[in-house]
Antibody, heavy 126, light 111 residues
Framework: EVQLVESGGGLVKPGGSLRLSCAAS????????MSWVRQAPGKGLEWVGR??????????DYAAPVKGRFTISRDDSKNTLYLQMNSLKTEDTAVYYC?????????????????WGQGTLVTVSS | QSVLTQPPSASGTPGQRVTISCSGS????????VNWYQQLPGTAPKLLIY???QRPSGVPDRFSGSKSGTSASLAISGLQSEDEADYYC????????????FGGGTKLTVL
């Protein structure tokens, strides 16, 4: 059974930093492209960024609002995904979800995320 | 303001068929496939439809998707009370540095 368990959320002051983790199990993590998606309280979904598998280059892409402040990384030996968040702003307050990209054979289906964690709440407030 | 446009709300009675629209542009829906997510109250989103009209294993065939030009639709037939949820469309966007875009979400109420 696929499991994604996020941790590391909490209350942080504007300008502060926080690192989220996502522990994965039940699938071959090293082959997976992983994404972070966030949801502000009472609002819709917003894609944060993704990291490809190392065999596909291991590169990262970020949404404009977080580019330069957030960094996605992975440790395939620990089956863990990370989101390092720096220079946090009040508008970063949200539940952050870890997700896997759907694969069809060798292809990754664009914008299709087939497994989601339960989310971890990040609150940025003074 | 979301890149993809959805109606904020929709409703129907049990057994009815309802549709939810999703409007985009040539850089997203017009050139890429559309996915739909269902988010039940207090839970994480769930992939409902991918590649315009494909259902992941376990999703009932009451749910169907379609795409035409720069718009897409999600149809739910035989509406059930447990379908009451928020529904989001999503697509890849080919614009520079945009990547994945979501609709603002549609809250479906089963009357």
């Amino acid at each position: 059974e696929v499991q994604l368990v996020e941790s590391g959320g909490g209350l942080v002051k504007p300008g502060g930093s926080l690192r989220l983790s996502c522990a994965a199990s039940g699938f071959t993590f090293s082959n997976a492209w992983m994404s972070w998606v966030r949801q502000a309280p009472g609002k819709g979904l917003e894609w944060v960024g993704r990291i490809k598998s190392k065999t596909d280059g291991g590169t990262t892409d970020y949404a404009a609002p977080v580019k330069g402040r957030f960094t996605i990384s992975r440790d395939d030996s620990k089956n863990t995904l990370y989101l390092q968040m720096n220079s946090l702003k009040t508008e970063d307050t949200a539940v952050y979800y870890c997700t896997t990209a759907l694969r069809q054979d060798i292809w990754v289906v664009p914008a299709a995320m087939d497994y989601w964690g339960q989310g971890t709440l990040v609150t940025v407030s003074s | 303001q979301s890149v993809l446009t959805q109606p904020p709300s929709a409703s129907g009675t049990p057994g009815q068929r309802v549709t939810i629209s999703c409007s985009g542009s040539s850089s997203n829906i017009g050139s890429n496939t559309v996915n739909w997510y269902q988010q039940l109250p207090g839970t994480a989103p769930k992939l409902l439809i991918y590649s315009n009209n494909q259902r992941p294993s376990g999703v009932p065939d009451r749910f169907s998707g379609s795409k035409s030009g720069t718009s897409a639709s999600l149809a739910i037939s035989g509406l059930q009370s447990e379908d009451e949820a928020d529904y989001y469309c999503a697509a890849w966007d080919d614009s520079l540095n945009v990547y994945v875009v979501f609709g603002g979400g549609t809250k479906l109420t089963v009357l």
